[in-house]
């Protein structure tokens, strides 16, 4: 996997707002994947690499947030639409 890559400040408030909300969300990845996930949290690893941490139909996981093309909230009273996040 290529060096991570810090998301931008100003892009990483809207990850915030979805796991406050805890809100499902449309996520597109930079490989070309799409999921259905509800945002948990973000954590920090002790490499300082960040992920988003998400609930699946198949479980918990975390996504790397560099490998985050676009996410778009499926909740309709949400407080922000489609986000790009990175230029892929």
Known sequence: MKTYQPLNCDLHDYLEIACLYGYTLD?????????????????????????????????????????LLAITPQDGSARFGRVVLTSG
């Open 27 to 67: 996520i597109e990845l930079t490989n070309g994947q799409r999921l259905t996930a509800r945002a948990i949290t973000t954590r920090t690893a002790p490499t300082r690499e960040e992920f988003l941490d998400v609930e699946t139909a198949g479980g918990r996981q975390g996504i790397r947030l560099d490998q």
